[in-house]
């Protein structure tokens, strides 16, 4: 075995608490082709982590090693179920639960070792090592801008699809992630001749569409309550000042003697109610008019309980909203 002069990636992440972008995707891409070279002898290495990842001093060489725990994809022991082998903050889910795996899980890893590489630390820990393997099966990482806030999104997309729990959802093979790592490393370097591949130019995360949705949200919230404020500091006219009425109670005859009216009588004296009473007649067809105070009234009123309704539902989705997704 030859002796290389080099340090571990661990050690490196424990004294720099984060990787310059250009290292991070150069690391990540000489990962990915020793693992891709691996499976395609048939090896899961099973242990993908810092500790188990060289760099040689001054060179860009990066060096997988401590193949230990690997096996042939077809051998029985893969396949065995109970059986759990590797380092606990950058297992599999299938390898925390001791399922059948195959080369998916190690690109599992490969996710963990680069958000390691943009943080400083595993994306899932816990005090103890069952505590470890729990979140990793069901629980999320932190998200990594909340730890390094300069880390691009399209960094963010690749890892977070490295780390999906169903290894389906992942990549299909480690070629694949180095082919993208190095279209993204070419557009750190030279951004305006190398654009980012297609996949990562519109996406948007699983985080981005919640935010985006509370805040729509908080838009409609507002905006029914400026309508709500603004319809009630307005006042119906007074339906006693329209001209029609006074010209209905201004003279004992109707306007238009030929209409149907309605027969109905006022005491003449406000103050009396024992006092004779004078008769007067109103059209039929303008009748209405002697309600429409009360009719605007109630349809003001039903409108104010539709908008208080709707009002109320959509804060109570708010409150949803953010108890479900923060």
Request: overall charge negative; charged content about 25%; aromatic content about 4%.
């Given at each position: 075995?030859?002796?290389?002069?080099?340090?571990?990636?661990?050690?490196?992440?424990?004294?720099?608490?984060?990787?310059?972008?250009?290292?991070?995707?150069?690391?990540?891409?000489?990962?990915?082709?020793?693992?891709?070279?691996?499976?395609?002898?048939?090896?899961?290495?099973?242990?993908?982590?810092?500790?188990?990842?060289?760099?040689?001093?001054?060179?860009?060489?990066?060096?997988?090693?401590?193949?230990?725990?690997?096996?042939?994809?077809?051998?029985?022991?893969?396949?065995?179920?109970?059986?759990?082998?590797?380092?606990?903050?950058?297992?599999?889910?299938?390898?925390?639960?001791?399922?059948?795996?195959?080369?998916?899980?190690?690109?599992?890893?490969?996710?963990?070792?680069?958000?390691?590489?943009?943080?400083?630390?595993?994306?899932?820990r816990a005090e103890t090592t069952m505590g470890v393997l729990r979140r990793i099966c069901d629980g999320t990482s932190i998200p990594l801008r909340e730890s390094n806030a300069t880390i691009p999104e399209w960094l963010i997309a690749i890892i977070d699809k490295l780390l999906e729990k169903a290894s389906v959802d992942r990549y299909e093979n480690a070629g694949e992630v180095g082919a993208l790592l190095e279209d993204c490393l070419a557009h750190v370097q030279h951004p305006t001749s190398a654009p980012l591949p297609a996949s990562l130019q519109t996406r948007r995360t699983g985080r981005d569409w919640k935010v985006f949705r509370l805040g729509a949200a908080v838009c409609c919230v507002c905006v029914l309550l400026t309508l709500l404020l603004a319809s009630r500091n307005t006042v119906p006219d007074d339906p006693s000042d329209d001209a029609s009425d006074t010209r209905a109670f201004g003279s004992p005859e109707a306007p238009n003697s030929g209409a149907l009216s309605t027969e109905y009588s006022v005491p003449s004296s406000q103050g009396d109610r024992s006092s004779p009473t004078t008769e007067y007649s109103v059209p039929r067809d303008q009748s209405h008019v002697l309600n429409s105070g009360q009719a605007a009234a109630d349809a003001d009123s039903v409108w104010y309980d539709g908008i208080e309704a709707d009002f109320y539902e959509i804060e109570f989705n708010l409150l949803r909203i953010e108890a479900t997704d923060f």
């Open positions: 075995m030859p002796y290389v002069e080099c340090e571990s990636l661990q050690e490196r992440v424990d004294r720099e608490e984060g990787l310059p972008l250009e290292d991070i995707l150069r690391i990540g891409i000489e990962v990915a082709r020793g693992l891709a070279a691996a499976h395609d002898q048939g090896l899961v290495h099973r242990d993908v982590k810092p500790a188990n990842i060289l760099l040689e001093e001054d060179t860009d060489r990066v060096l997988l090693t401590d193949f230990g725990l690997a096996r042939a994809i077809d051998d029985a022991a893969l396949t065995r179920s109970g059986v759990i082998a590797g380092t606990p903050q950058y297992m599999s889910p299938e390898q925390a639960k001791g399922e059948a795996i195959d080369h998916r899980t190690d690109l599992f890893s490969l996710g963990s070792v680069l958000y390691a590489m943009c943080t400083g630390h595993p994306p899932f």
